[in-house]
């Protein structure tokens, strides 16, 4: 975790506050009338609960771990590149297409948590569901950039990844912060930022094998 601490440090001083305001700005703008997308059958399937809030919000300590487990500068360019990419896209949906989210008014006791996520969020940046689309774009990251970790830490890794981001995307669906469809839209926004992030780009692995202390440099 402290390799190339100093470009860690410099990425999320400089990459939060901008993806923030990405993210925000389409809502203090409000240019168009939000409108409602028809909901799914799973989406009336699964019941409306707000302590689901605390996985819900997991997804911001989901987010640090594999760009702290990167041992190379290389990565951590590509990643800011990518993310910013998502939100930018993101953001031009967001404006040119507010959907509100089907966010119900709460009615009974709700966890602290959830009453700040309310607070500070209008519920209009639904899709494409950035949450949905940075768990992605993280397990998508991590695949691709730890390749130099030992394969069973690697491994172990995803897995874990994996197992949480599913629980954090049912999350985002029991508390209504987004509609079924806002899901694989984020998955396919994340999916066409890291590849154009990572294009004409070789592989840790291989790059390794010509050179055995390209991975630490």
Excluded at 29 to 35: A, H
Excluded at 47 to 66: A, T
Excluded at 150 to 160: A, Q
Excluded at 172 to 195: E, F, N, R, S
Aim: glycine share 6%; aromatic share 14%.
């Amino acid at each position: 975790m402290l390799a190339c601490w100093r470009g860690k440090v410099l990425m999320f001083v400089t990459l939060l506050p901008l993806l923030n305001a990405f993210y925000f700005l389409p809502q203090w703008v409000g240019w168009r009338t939000p409108v409602q997308l028809p909901m799914t059958i799973i989406d009336r399937l699964v019941p409306f609960d707000p302590g689901w809030v605390y996985v819900y919000v997991s997804m911001y300590v989901m987010l640090l771990i594999p760009p702290l487990l990167t041992t190379r500068g290389e990565p951590l360019r590509r990643y800011t590149i990518g993310a910013t990419t998502m939100f930018v896209g993101a953001a031009v949906f967001f404006v040119l297409w507010p959907v509100e989210y089907p966010r119900p008014a709460l009615t009974g006791v709700a966890p602290w948590v959830y009453h700040i996520v309310i607070s500070l969020d209008r519920p209009i940046n639904s899709i494409p569901s950035l949450h949905a689309g940075l768990v992605a774009y993280t397990l998508f990251f991590a695949a691709r950039a730890l390749d130099d970790l030992p394969v069973g830490m690697r491994r172990s890794i995803l897995w874990v990844g994996m197992t949480w981001s599913a629980a954090i995307l049912y999350a985002t669906l029991a508390t209504k912060q987004h509609y079924l469809l806002d899901l694989p839209a984020g998955v396919l926004l994340a999916w066409l930022a890291h590849a154009l992030a990572w294009r004409g780009a070789a592989r840790p692995a291989a790059v390794a094998q010509q050179d055995p202390e390209a991975v630490l440099t």
